[in-house]
């Protein structure tokens, strides 16, 4: 391979780094360069120069290719001498060819010498005019044939120099041994300046962004080994704006998400700011590409969709893939509920609290140019129940024992299916269910324990509500109607006031009872608490016959047996003897044993057979009704206070009715007559009496 070969190829490699920019960090390979000793590139016929070959790292091992005026070579040193005038090259293994350097061996007696060797962009130059043998005694130089400087020094410096076509020469001035002014003008001689650095590569990492994506951007330029201490600022560009990330040391910059505006036209720039040298690299379009959605889906949280009511719900909304900014939205039933335009691949909708009315389908759109849908998710809301309205339904306006009575209970709100308990006083009557929501019923027959109060539970798994309570008060119709006699505390006479006391066992208060003889009313009594009541008269000879009473309490009224009060008239004075005694009685007409009636746990009440007979006792003025009482039989004595005594034996008491006088019988018999109507005062009888 020629020099000028090895040179096209390494032109060829920087053009394609700037059209196809690699993938990734990318770099320019290495060149080696030429080192001259001594560093003149021009010298004198006859003379040699020391070639060193460079490269980096200096520590590569191997043999060295060398190239002179396209004749190639190589060599296992890094150095030659050479004497020949031509363009020189030199690699390594791992690097391109240097730079050509021009080496001149002049047979001119005046030459211009350069120094140092390699001159770069900016470096201070010395320019030597050279006598091949004697002194100068001046030395003129020129650029492009203007006279830069004339002195009597043989070099002078350039400042800074830069990259040019312009041609430098010189005029020496010297004597001759006659003291004859000579002179001399050397060949023009263009300076061999090498870039400081390369125009930078603006290098794309990745080589195509997408939307979304983060990309690199790296300014690629080497110094060379030489130069290695120069700092370098670096700029980028884009559309003739400098980009915000301004201008510093680095030479990359990152922008974390490409959008789709960000396409267009870039650049950058590397600056050498101490030799006021800026290069820019060639412009780079960049297209960002759009990627549309796609596997939209749709996730719940909690997993499932199921939720109570009260609880948070997150709607995940996600794609798998899809750039730049994306519309998420999300539907109900074919209803939007929410949206959101974020620069993301997942977005998230929260709804607290949820309600029933929350539940349903639900499903999401991600749009980014073309919307797409997800696949649809179940939401279910249990509802807590509410607290239940307990309805207590009878068949009339008050409720009796017996009625079938139904409780309802229902709670308005709640997700079914819904099971409902019972209760009266806390006591657990029954159960029901409601497996579609809505409320439940449950009937019962009431009985004399039915009155108090109602509730009812509502649970459907999520905790139970308690109803408010709901008052009963049931009605027992009256039943067991007992008319008895409540004796006199003491001895009672004709015309004394007796009380016949009226009682139902059974019956809810208040209670009126009607009192009848011969099925014509007496009067009533209400007995406003329950128990019984009691009607008094004076008794007269025209009080016997039937009595009866009736107990009432709203319902159907109920009356006794038929009690019977038989009284006779008195006999003459002394036509009677105690086994003529009439015995008018007050009985109860019943077909069981009155004593089946009887409410043995009153302490008023006694079962009295009265057997009335009027008696005269001989050598007494005196008429006696006598009252002849039996004692209480079976076991009711022992339930009755008043009947202690332990005679077995008939207890006798008399009523006085009027005082007896020596009148003729009829007259007797007329203040007999008149003496029922008087007042009784009852006397005790002798004890006489008593043995009879």
């Not at 396209?70 to 296992?76: D, Q």
């Not at 009226?502 to 066992?505: K, P, V």
């Given at each position: 391979?020629?020099?000028q070969?090895?040179?096209?190829?390494?032109?060829?490699?920087?053009?394609?780094?700037?059209?196809?920019?690699?993938?990734?960090?990318?770099?320019?390979p290495?060149?080696?360069?030429?080192?001259?000793?001594?560093?003149?590139?021009?010298?004198?016929?006859?003379e040699?120069?020391?070639?060193?070959?460079?490269a980096?790292?200096?520590?590569?091992?191997?043999?060295?290719?060398?190239?002179?005026n396209?004749?190639?070579?190589?060599?296992?040193s890094?150095?030659?001498?050479?004497?020949?005038?031509?363009?020189?090259?030199?690699?390594?293994?791992?690097?391109?060819?240097?730079?050509?350097v021009?080496?001149?061996?002049?047979?001119?007696?005046?030459?211009?010498q350069?120094?140092?060797?390699?001159?770069?962009?900016?470096?201070?130059?010395?320019?030597?005019?050279?006598?091949k043998s004697?002194?100068?005694?001046?030395?003129?130089?020129?650029?492009?044939?203007?006279?830069l400087?004339?002195?009597?020094?043989d070099?002078?410096?350039?400042?800074?120099?830069?990259?040019?076509s312009?041609?430098?020469?010189c005029?020496?001035?010297?004597?001759?041994?006659?003291?004859?002014?000579?002179?001399?003008?050397?060949?023009?001689?263009?300076?061999?300046?090498?870039?400081?650095?390369?125009?930078?590569?603006?290098?794309?990492?990745?080589?195509?962004?997408?939307?979304?994506?983060?990309?690199?951007?790296?300014?690629?330029?080497?110094?060379?080994?030489?130069?290695?201490h120069?700092?370098?600022?670096?700029?980028?560009?884009?559309?003739?704006?400098?980009?915000?990330?301004?201008?510093?040391?680095?030479?990359?910059?990152?922008?974390?998400?490409?959008?789709?505006?960000?396409?267009?036209?870039?650049?950058?720039?590397?600056?050498?700011?101490?030799?006021?040298?800026?290069?820019?690299?060639?412009?780079?379009?960049?297209d960002?590409?759009?990627?549309p959605?796609?596997?939209?889906?749709?996730e719940?949280?909690?997993?499932?969709?199921?939720?109570i009511?009260?609880?948070?719900?997150?709607?995940?909304?996600?794609?798998?893939?899809?750039?730049?900014?994306?519309?998420?939205?999300?539907?109900?039933?074919?209803?939007?509920?929410?949206?959101?335009?974020?620069?993301?691949?997942?977005?998230?909708?929260?709804?607290?609290t949820?309600?029933?009315?929350?539940?349903?389908?639900?499903?999401?759109?991600?749009?980014?140019?073309?919307?797409?849908?997800?696949?649809?998710?179940?939401?279910?809301?249990?509802?807590?129940?509410?607290?239940?309205?307990?309805?207590?339904?009878?068949?009339?306006?008050?409720a009796?024992?017996?009625?079938?009575?139904?409780?309802?209970?229902?709670?308005?709100?709640?997700?079914?299916?819904?099971?409902?308990?019972?209760?009266?006083?806390?006591?657990?009557l029954?159960?029901?269910?409601?497996?579609?929501?809505?409320?439940?019923?449950?009937?019962?027959?009431?009985?004399?324990?039915?009155?108090?109060?109602?509730t009812c539970?509502?649970?459907?798994g999520?905790?139970?509500?308690?109803?408010d309570?709901v008052s009963?008060?049931?009605?027992v119709?009256?039943?067991?109607?007992v008319?008895?006699?409540?004796?006199?505390?003491?001895?009672?006479?004709?015309?004394?006031?007796?009380?016949?006391y009226?009682?139902?066992?059974k019956?809810?208060?208040?209670?009126?009872y009607?009192?009848?003889?011969?099925?014509?009313?007496?009067?009533?009594?209400?007995a406003?608490?329950?128990?019984?009541?009691?009607?008094?008269?004076?008794?007269?000879?025209?009080?016997?016959?039937?009595?009866?009473?009736?107990a009432?309490?709203g319902?159907?009224?109920?009356?006794?047996?038929v009690?019977?009060?038989?009284?006779?008239?008195l006999?003459?004075?002394?036509?009677?003897?105690?086994?003529?005694?009439?015995?008018?009685?007050f009985?109860r007409?019943?077909?069981t044993?009155?004593?089946?009636?009887?409410y043995?746990?009153?302490?008023?009440?006694i079962e009295?057979?009265?057997?009335?007979?009027?008696?005269?006792?001989?050598?007494?003025?005196?008429?006696?009704?006598?009252?002849?009482?039996?004692?209480?039989?079976?076991?009711?004595?022992?339930?009755?206070?008043?009947?202690?005594?332990?005679?077995?034996?008939?207890?006798?008491?008399?009523?006085?009715?009027?005082?007896?006088?020596?009148?003729?019988?009829?007259?007797?018999?007329?203040?007999h007559?008149?003496?029922?109507t008087?007042?009784?005062?009852?006397?005790?009888?002798e004890?006489?009496?008593?043995?009879?």
């Open positions: 391979m020629s020099c070969t090895g040179l096209v190829l390494a032109l060829l490699w920087l053009m394609l780094l700037y059209l196809a920019p690699a993938k990734g960090e990318s770099e320019i290495p060149r080696a360069f030429l080192l001259l000793h001594p560093s003149w590139s021009t010298t004198f016929q006859g040699s120069v020391k070639l060193t070959c460079m980096v790292p200096s520590s590569e091992k191997g043999p060295i290719t060398w190239c002179h396209n004749n190639v070579w190589k060599t296992k890094e150095e030659i001498q050479i004497k020949d005038s031509g363009y020189y090259q030199c690699k390594t293994q791992r690097s391109h060819f240097s730079e050509p021009h080496v001149e061996f002049s047979s001119d007696e005046v030459i211009l350069v120094s140092p060797h390699p001159i770069f962009e900016g470096d201070d130059v010395f320019l030597k005019c050279q006598r004697g002194q100068l005694n001046k030395a003129t130089y020129y650029k492009d044939e203007k006279i400087q004339s002195n009597y020094s070099t002078i410096k350039l400042f800074s120099v830069s990259r040019d312009s041609k430098y020469s005029t020496a001035f010297w004597k001759t041994m006659f003291s004859i002014l000579w002179h001399k003008t050397s060949k023009p001689l263009k300076l061999q300046i090498q870039e400081l650095f390369l125009p930078p590569v603006l290098m794309l990492s990745p080589r195509q962004p997408n939307e979304g994506d983060p990309v690199t951007l790296t300014c690629e330029t080497r110094l060379p080994p030489q130069k290695s120069v700092q370098l600022r670096f700029c980028f560009f884009k559309d003739g704006q400098r980009l915000e990330s301004g201008c510093n040391s680095s030479q990359e910059i990152q922008i974390p998400t490409m959008r789709l505006e960000d396409s267009g036209s870039y650049w950058c720039q590397a600056e050498a700011v101490a030799y006021k040298i800026i290069k820019s690299s060639s412009r780079l379009k960049i960002v590409l759009r990627i959605v796609s596997d939209v889906n749709l719940t949280r909690p997993p499932g969709g199921q939720l009511e009260g609880e948070n719900l997150v709607l995940i909304c996600s794609v798998a893939k899809g750039t730049g900014t994306i519309t998420f939205s999300w539907h109900k039933d074919g209803t939007s509920v929410s949206k959101k335009t974020q620069q993301s691949l997942l977005a998230e909708l929260l709804i607290p949820v309600k029933m009315q929350d539940a349903g389908r639900y499903y999401c759109v991600a749009d980014n140019g073309g919307p797409i849908l997800s696949n649809r998710k179940e939401v279910t809301v249990r509802g807590l129940v509410s607290r239940p309205v307990l309805i207590l339904r009878t068949p009339r306006h008050q009796v024992v017996g009625d079938v009575v139904q409780l309802h209970c229902e709670a308005s709100k709640g997700s079914p299916p819904i099971w409902y308990q019972f209760y009266h006083e806390d006591i657990t029954g159960n029901s269910s409601a497996p579609n929501g809505g409320g439940a019923s449950f009937n019962f027959s009431l009985t004399e324990e039915g009155s108090g109060n109602y539970d509502a649970n459907n999520l905790g139970p509500q308690r109803s309570r009963l008060k049931v009605i119709p009256v039943s067991d109607i008319l008895s006699l409540r004796a006199p505390e003491t001895q009672a006479m004709v015309g004394d006031e007796v009380e016949i009226c009682e139902a066992l019956g809810s208060p208040p209670i009126l009607q009192f009848y003889h011969e099925d014509m009313a007496l009067g009533n009594s209400l406003p608490m329950g128990g019984g009541a009691s009607f008094k008269f004076i008794v007269t000879t025209e009080h016997a016959g039937n009595y009866s009473c009736e009432d309490n319902l159907e009224p109920q009356r006794s047996e009690m019977t009060f038989n009284i006779t008239g006999s003459a004075p002394g036509a009677s003897s105690p086994s003529d005694w009439q015995e008018p009685s009985s007409i019943s077909s044993p009155p004593q089946e009636h009887l043995d746990g009153h302490p008023a009440f009295l057979q009265p057997i009335y007979n009027n008696v005269n006792p001989e050598g007494l003025n005196m008429v006696y009704s006598q009252i002849q009482s039996s004692q209480p039989r079976n076991g009711n004595s022992a339930n009755s206070p008043r009947m202690c005594q332990k005679d077995k034996e008939p207890v006798v008491i008399y009523s006085e009715l009027r005082t007896a006088c020596c009148d003729d019988s009829s007259q007797q018999a007329s203040n007559q008149e003496g029922d008087e007042d009784y005062e009852n006397v005790p009888r004890s006489a009496v008593l043995d009879h």
